[in-house]
């Protein structure tokens, strides 16, 4: 191969990588973006009522006591949507602590007190506290801001029918269940 032929090569290879590079720079040129202020997404949110629907006019329906809602609640129904709690939790009459402690026979049962587990200092500090239907429902719905504090992860059952059936089967994890609040 002649010298003429090898500048001929190299000059090809200089000419493509200038042309793909200058692309590159009027490709910028035409496309720029402007770099945002704050980056991310802003991602808005309604406020939280407290559980019920909007009525019709753009007004929130009143709120349905939970005595109400568990007068129409369904074990069977809550049995279903315990199964979501139970990678975490067990519902069996002693059965073992998991990541959470075990379920059965928590209502009315002192908050941070069940034997064999290790609670946060936050469920620790409400030992005076019963687990009641109220207490319970507050916490399955929100539990971080029930708690504060708490090592529970989920991050809350936002649908007041199903805290409602959820409600009723962990009534029926008892050798006494506890009666319901009055509608």
């Not at 059952?157 to 609040?181: E, I």
Request: net charge negative; charged share 20%; aromatic share 8%.
């Amino acid at each position: 191969m002649s010298m003429n032929e090898n500048y001929k090569i190299y000059g090809a290879i200089l000419g493509t990588a200038l042309m793909a590079f200058g692309i590159k720079e009027l490709a910028g040129e035409i496309y720029h973006a402007e770099t945002p202020e704050k980056p991310g997404y802003l991602i808005e949110v309604a406020e939280a009522g407290t559980g019920g629907e909007a009525a019709a006019g753009g007004e929130e329906a009143p709120a349905v006591s939970l005595g109400t809602l568990l007068a129409s609640a369904d074990a069977t129904k809550g049995q279903a949507v315990a199964k979501n709690c139970a990678s975490c939790h067990d519902f069996t009459k002693g059965g073992p602590n998991k990541t959470g402690p075990n379920l059965y026979g928590v209502v009315m049962r002192k908050h941070g007190t069940h034997e064999g587990f290790t609670y946060s200092e936050a469920m620790a500090a409400k030992s005076a506290d019963d687990w009641s239907y109220e207490a319970l429902n507050e916490f399955i719905k929100s539990p971080k801001t029930a708690v504060p504090g708490t090592k529970m992860a989920y991050g809350g059952l936002k649908k007041d029918a199903d805290r409602a059936n959820l409600l009723a089967y962990l009534a029926t994890l008892s050798d006494a269940p506890v009666a319901f609040p009055a509608p």
